[in-house]
């Protein structure tokens, strides 16, 4: 029997363009017709240890705000980070910053807190930055079906 995965995606999403982001993701995670990974959409402030416990990878999404990943993201990292050191070593990872402008400065923290937890990125942060592009949403889809078919044939 296949063995059944949970992807876990923390999505902080305080704006209608991240909402479409994260959508994006999920529709591309079911598009993806997987039927042994189990999709897992939670909110950074509600998300626990447990809960990334259960997860054999995870996806975040955060908006870049005063040149950093969400206050919420933050405090979830704040409060898995010890708990998780040891259980989730090697954990594949992948994220979506969404910025103003920027986002260079999100990406080196997600870089620097994700090496001292030893995860495994499996492909650069997507950085959607500057004026909305529609384009976003296909890219987001895609790593949403990437992760799915993935972490299904245990490419990751
Ligand atoms: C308080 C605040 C601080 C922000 N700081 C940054 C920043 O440092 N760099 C950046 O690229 N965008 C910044 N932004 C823009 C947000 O990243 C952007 O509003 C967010 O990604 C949501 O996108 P939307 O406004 O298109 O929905 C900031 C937004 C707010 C509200």
Known sequence: MTQRKTLLFIAHTPSPNLERLANAFIDGV??????????????????????????SAVVLLTPENLGYMSGAMKDWFDRIYYPCLDSQQG??????IKAGHDGTGTHKALSTITTGLRWRWVQAPLICK??????????????????AVGLSEGMM
Do not use: F, K
Not at 31 to 49: E, F, K, M, V, Y
Not at 130 to 147: I, P, R, T, Y
């Open 30 to 55: 079911t598009a993806a017709q997987c039927s042994n990974i189990d999709i897992r959409h939670s909110a950074p402030l509600t998300s626990n240890a447990d809960e990334l416990n259960t997860a």
């Open 91 to 96: 954990l594949p990872v992948a994220a979506i």
């Open 130 to 147: 500057g004026e909305w592009q529609d384009s976003w949403l296909e890219d987001v889809h895609d790593l949403g079906s990437a992760m």
